[in-house]
């Protein structure tokens, strides 16, 4: 089952992660984000462009926002998530992130 979440930046709604039924991960601008007077992009890997972004893997800049260390340790069991479904922690705890980005489940 496909899985995605909401993405933004500087609390501006800026596209959708998704990792597809074959594991494969997509992530795609919004329009209307696009549309804006100076967008900022995502990360300086995901520039800003119309077409989407394509990977086998879950995009680095994406992955890097997963909390290490004792924080991770501390979500996995709380939230009883698995460490090696990284959508599934991007998801789960990436919500209110350092920094400019957060990403939130499509359903909220």
């Known amino acids: 089952m496909a899985r995605k979440g909401k993405v933004f930046v500087f609390e501006y709604y800026a596209g959708i992660i998704e990792e597809t039924d074959d594991g494969h991960f997509i992530f795609e601008y919004d329009e209307s984000y696009l549309n804006l007077k100076k967008p900022f992009p995502v990360s300086l890997t995901l520039p800003i462009r119309k077409e989407k972004y394509e990977s086998k ?26 460490e090696k479904d990284r959508m599934g922690l991007l998801l789960s705890v990436c919500e209110d992130c350092i920094g400019s980005v957060k990403v939130i489940p499509y359903e909220k």
């Open 57 to 82: 893997y879950l995009f680095p800049f994406f992955d890097g926002l997963i909390p290490e260390g004792w924080l991770l340790s501390l979500s996995i069991k709380n939230w009883k998530l698995n």
